[in-house]
Antibody
Framework: QVHLQQSGPGLVKPSQTLSLTCAIS??????????WNWIRQSPSRGLEWLGA?????????YYAESVKSRIVINADTSRNQFSLQLNSVTPEDTAVYYC??????????WGQGTLVTVSS | QTVVTQEPSFSVSPGGTITLTCGLN?????????PSWFQQTPGQPPRTLIH???SRSSGVPDRFSGSILGNKAALTITGAQADDESDYYC??????????FGEGTKLTVL
């Protein structure tokens, strides 16, 4: 059984960096068949896929066009986790953020979700 | 910009059948987009109902089925029940190894 545990602050000031971590148990972040994704949800934007990291002999990252200039997703093999950094946040980035695993094009495990509010 | 389209809302009577669709503003949806369908209730992460067009996830009732209808992916609920009242989202895997969610459909059962 795979478990994804999210951590990170729930309040970020405008123009600062949003940082979240997703710790993995029951699988390896280096799993050659898995993708490790960040997704957010807000009333105004619905569900929005932000990006993913995947290990396929080497590390690859993929980002949504809407956040491509501001996002970094990294894997940490020593801690078996992956992280999200979203730079220069505005109140529009206020959302519930989820990490999730996809494997063979199926989203099968999700983190618990973290409400991040961007406010001064 | 790629937009994945869904009906904003739909209503079905208990016991009725309904088909929700998932389209692309830039063309047709096919199985090569690995369409998935999710059900979401407030405060919970999305639950995967269907992946790879028509593969039902473990524990999902067989009244939920996925297909390609014309140029769209489709989710059909046969014999709708009251607890099917939820938000439903589709998800497509697009060129460039990116995923895009649909805008969601709010389903009312009454």
């Amino acid at each position: 059984q795979v478990h994804l545990q999210q951590s990170g602050p729930g309040l970020v000031k405008p123009s600062q960096t949003l940082s979240l971590t997703c710790a993995i148990s029951g699988d390896s972040v280096s799993d050659n068949y898995a993708g490790w994704n960040w997704i957010r949800q807000s009333p105004s934007r619905g569900l929005e896929w932000l990006g993913a990291t995947r290990f396929r002999s080497r590390w690859n990252t993929y980002y949504a066009e809407s956040v491509k200039s501001r996002i970094v997703i990294n894997a940490d093999t020593s801690r078996n986790q992956f992280s999200l950094q979203l730079n220069s946040v505005t109140p529009e980035d206020t959302a519930v953020y989820y990490c999730a695993r996809d494997r063979y094009w199926k989203y099968d495990y999700w983190g618990q979700g973290t409400l991040v509010t961007v406010s001064s | 910009q790629t937009v994945v389209t869904q009906e904003p809302s739909f209503s079905v009577s208990p016991g009725g059948t309904i088909t929700l669709t998932c389209g692309l503003n830039s063309g047709s949806v096919s199985s090569s987009y690995f369409p998935s369908w999710f059900q979401q209730t407030p405060g919970q992460p999305p639950r995967t109902l269907i992946h790879n067009t028509n593969s039902r996830s473990s524990g999902v009732p067989d009244r939920f089925s996925g297909s390609i209808l014309g140029n769209k992916a489709a989710l059909t609920i046969t014999g709708a029940q009251a607890d099917d009242e939820s938000d439903y989202y589709c998800l497509l895997y697009l060129p460039g190894d990116i995923w895009v969610f649909g805008e969601g459909t709010k389903l009312t059962v009454l």
